[in-house]
């Protein structure tokens, strides 16, 4: 079964640090990107980084750009995204998703879009200023 968990949200005090996990199961990772969304109360889901497993390429949204870091072990099949310096704007239920695609640009316009086709089930992440 083709599948994504994430893992690792919480609660944490403003410029606190989280470490979310996504593990993948089902597929190879090799030709696909992984990218992590979130979608805060009363507001559209919005992707927020991505990486390449094919080069390692990474994009991040200006909001997190700075503070957030994505990583990807690619013999483990897991992707994370380092959060660090966390603001109460950053409370949201964080996603990870993955798109079957090598061109770098098409995977940054996905993620934008929200055209990733493979998605995990959500985790919290509650930031109290």
């Known amino acids: 079964e083709v599948q994504l968990q994430a893992s690792g949200g919480g609660s944490v005090q403003a410029g606190g640090s989280l470490r979310l996990s996504c593990a993948a199961s089902g597929f190879t990772f090799d030709g696909y990107a992984i990218g992590w969304f979130r979608q805060a109360p009363g507001k559209d889901r919005k992707g927020i980084a991505c990486i390449s497993s094919s080069d390692g390429n990474t994009f991040y949204e200006d909001s997190v750009k700075g503070r957030f870091t994505i990583s990807s072990d690619n013999a483990k099949k897991t992707v994370f995204l380092q959060m660090n310096k966390l603001k109460p704007e950053d409370t949201a239920v964080y996603y990870c998703?993955?798109?079957?695609?090598?061109?770098?640009?098409?995977?940054?316009?996905?993620?934008?879009?929200?055209?990733?086709?493979?998605w995990g089930q959500g985790t919290q992440v509650t930031v109290s200023s």
């Open positions: 998703a993955a798109v079957k695609e090598r061109d770098w640009l098409t995977i940054v316009i996905k993620l934008g879009s929200g055209e990733y086709n493979i």
